[in-house]
T-cell receptor
Framework: LAKTTQPISMDSYEGQEVNITCSHN???????ITWYQQFPSQGPRFIIQ???TKVTNEVASLFIPADRKSSTLSLPRVSLSDTAVYYC????????????????FGTGTKLQVIP | EAQVTQNPRYLITVTGKKLTVTCSQN?????MSWYRQDPGLGLRQIYY???????DKGDVPEGYKVSRKEKRNFPLILESPSPNQTSLYFC?????????????FGPGTRLTVL
């Protein structure tokens, strides 16, 4: 699986847009990019997934440049309830790895939203 | 309601006393996995299972065993727990194959080994 690098922490004021960037220089052709959110003492929750360009859902947007060596999770107008750890994962889910689904979450980015 | 359940949610035990943490999912998922989470280390995968009777090691399998006799259940076994296995444990499940998966996580089991 491709290794990912994210900032350890970020602070933002309520109502602002937050962009969290993930670097994945060794991403493979068949890899997808997936983001999870985790609140304290809860399991991670899937936010968004993409392969290239831009993906948007009701929670966030995911921007992926043409070279796919990085991606940016964008959270519009954050609120205090968005304070959480955000993880970026890269992989192909085993489809091209003979069913291999070893998963690496890394340490994530701790987002603190300030009133 | 689609969910992943874990039991117990909290457990305090002593070194060497065998224990099992159960995990069950009702979504007919092929893939199941166990993670541990420790401060500053993020989530680390212990074992995963692609389907019944198919399991493999994750990044930190030492000191743990798993079995997958039924599709819905994936218990985590600590045959001789040690204090360094004190951690927050999560079970997760997803469909398998195709493009990358959305994993559904259980509520977590906080284990303390004295």
């Amino acid at each position: 699986l491709a290794k990912t690098t994210q900032p350890i922490s970020m602070d933002s004021y309520e109502g602002q847009e937050v962009n969290i960037t993930c670097s994945h220089n060794n991403i493979a052709t068949n890899d997808y990019i997936t983001w999870y959110q985790q609140f304290p003492s809860q399991g991670p929750r899937f936010i968004i997934q993409g392969y290239k360009t831009k993906v948007t859902n009701e929670v966030a947007s995911l921007f992926i440049p043409a070279d796919r060596k990085s991606s940016t999770l964008s959270l519009p107008r954050v609120s205090l309830s968005d304070t959480a750890v955000y993880y970026c994962l890269v992989g192909d889910g085993g489809w091209n790895s003979g069913g291999y689904q070893k998963v690496t979450f890394g340490t994530g980015t701790k987002l603190q939203v300030i009133p | 309601e689609a969910q992943v359940t874990q039991n117990p949610r909290y457990l305090i035990t002593v070194t060497g006393k065998k224990l099992t943490v159960t995990c069950s999912q009702n979504m007919n998922h092929e893939y199941m996995s166990w993670y541990r989470q420790d401060p500053g280390l993020g989530l680390r995968q212990i074992y995963y299972s692609m389907n019944v009777e198919v399991t493999d090691k994750g990044d930190v399998p030492e000191g743990y065993k798993v079995s997958r006799k039924e599709k819905r259940n994936f218990p985590l076994i600590l045959e001789s727990p040690s204090p360094n296995q004190t951690s927050l444990y999560f079970c997760a499940s997803s469909f398998s194959g195709g493009k990358i998966y959305e994993q559904f996580f259980g509520p977590g089991t906080r284990l303390t080994v004295l």
